[in-house]
């Protein structure tokens, strides 16, 4: 089986690999194969997965491509994580974003928007194509906004598109080891938009421990979640959001934060992974060693300002493991060999969310199997978030729209109406002052 990874030359590919190397099952991928348009990142990942291949017998090869139709021709699973614009890009994002006071973020507030902007006519290009070359094939969307971006491509490619995420398995798996509970027996309720999402429930031998957990203080308190949000807020919710919420629920404080920090989030990852691959340029250095420690830097300061901001301190070493590979490798085994499972991924609403249409991509938890992700029915949001994911919804139509149609007034209203921005005017400001610094927004007029 073959699968293409998009973005091959990216810093957490080795992830990816490394999941694949577990999987010794019957239909299990036995090729592999890396596009990105950068070849010297291709060079150095392929390293990284050659010295993690070195002692696993019959492992998936490996080939790499600077050509997408190359890439994408035959594949069976196409795993998308391209960053448009690069980790500079991330930065400029970030740092337009702050010196008008407003949040800069890669998925949330006025920076999402503006990689969503650039991104989005990629992702679509990719769609057409993957559409036309492998018209059987299942695209695993991990490039951000999420879901944005699997939106966009699911004009495209129907249902044959999935985004994953992370956050929500790594949230229930937090609440379910504080109650105690083997986090694959326990049922998740959970549901919004990717980084826009509450667990209202935790099933656990079809009982609810959810409440448990909300009425102990002390037990809200001892997991990352509970630290950043507060227990006080947790309880008045009545749910454990995700973790990117922090940004709406205190988003003073973040953009503060954020201001104060010495570099920004995307500055100082930027500058780490420039350092590994001119390392990698060193045919003598030890490419595993370098890509694990580089990893775990990368892993131990994430949203570090939220958590100073918060007060929270430093992550707990089990989160440090990430998922997101977990989670691909789950998702491509249910449908190659009908292995069915569930999964919370970003797929079409499907009726699912009565306040949004049946094409508006949603994060809720999907059964799985060789048919592809079926979401589950659950209970509606209560007001305060369905506003929020309307709102946030209304604004990714907006950027569609945008990408579309090439129109600069609905790019503008995109960022107006966003909860995080707070002024038309800067909307306005935002829109000429990344036109200036990404050449991928020139197609807006």
């Not at 998009?6 to 810093?11: K, N, P, Y």
């Not at 949230?171 to 919004?192: F, H």
């Not at 919710?237 to 988003?251: D, K, T, V």
């Amino acid at each position: 089986m073959k699968l293409t990874i998009l973005g091959g030359g990216g810093f957490r590919v080795p992830l990816v690999y490394g999941a694949l190397l577990t999987d010794r099952g019957e239909g299990r991928v036995t090729h592999v194969v890396l596009h990105d348009l950068d070849d010297g990142r291709l060079r150095a990942v392929a390293r990284v997965l050659a010295e993690q291949a070195a002692a696993v017998p019959d492992a998936p090869r490996v080939t790499a491509t600077t050509d997408l139709d190359e890439a994408l021709r035959g594949a069976d699973f196409v795993f998308s994580a391209i960053r448009v614009g690069g980790l500079e890009g991330r930065a400029d994002d970030e740092r337009v974003a702050l010196a008008e006071g407003v949040l800069g973020q890669e998925t949330v507030g006025a920076g999402g928007i503006a990689y969503g902007l650039r991104t989005v006519p990629v992702a679509v290009d990719i769609a057409r194509r993957a559409a036309r070359l492998a018209p059987d094939a299942w695209v695993i969307n991990f490039t951000n906004p999420a879901g944005l971006v699997t939106e966009a491509m699911s004009r495209h490619l129907g249902d044959r598109v999935i985004g994953i995420c992370d956050s929500p398995v790594g949230l229930g798996r937090r609440i379910a080891r504080v109650l105690g509970a083997d986090p694959k027996q326990a049922w998740i309720d959970y549901v919004g938009l990717n980084h826009l999402g509450w667990v209202r429930g935790l099933r656990i031998a079809g009982r609810d421990e959810l409440p448990r957990l909300l009425a102990d203080p002390g037990l809200l308190g001892s997991f990352e979640e509970g630290k950043l949000f507060g227990a006080d807020w947790l309880q008045s919710l009545g749910a454990i959001p995700n973790e990117y919420l922090h940004y709406y629920y205190f988003n003073r404080e973040a953009v503060r934060a954020y201001r104060q920090a010495e570099k920004t989030r995307g500055a100082f990852l930027a500058g780490q992974q420039a350092r590994f691959y001119e390392e990698m340029r060193d045919p003598g250095a030890a490419a595993l060693a370098a890509w694990d420690r580089t990893r775990a830097e990368r892993e131990a300061t994430y949203m570090a300002e939220n958590r100073e901001s918060a007060g929270a301190g430093e992550r707990d070493a089990d989160d440090l493991s990430g998922g997101y590979e977990k989670v691909a490798l789950a998702l491509m085994r249910a449908i190659a060999r009908d292995e069915r499972t569930t999964l919370i991924l970003n797929v079409r609403n499907q009726g699912v969310l009565s306040v949004l249409d049946a094409d508006a991509v949603i994060e809720v938890p999907c059964l799985v199997d060789s048919g592809g992700a079926h979401p589950v029915a659950v209970a509606p949001l209560p007001e305060h978030a369905t506003g929020l994911v309307c709102a946030v919804k209304g604004v990714e139509r907006e950027v569609l729209a945008a990408a579309e149609s090439g129109s600069r007034a609905r790019a503008v209203k995109a960022f107006a109406l966003h909860p995080l921005v707070d002024s038309v005017n800067v909307a306005r400001r935002l829109v000429e002052a990344y036109a200036d610094v990404h050449p991928g927004l020139a197609y807006l007029k």
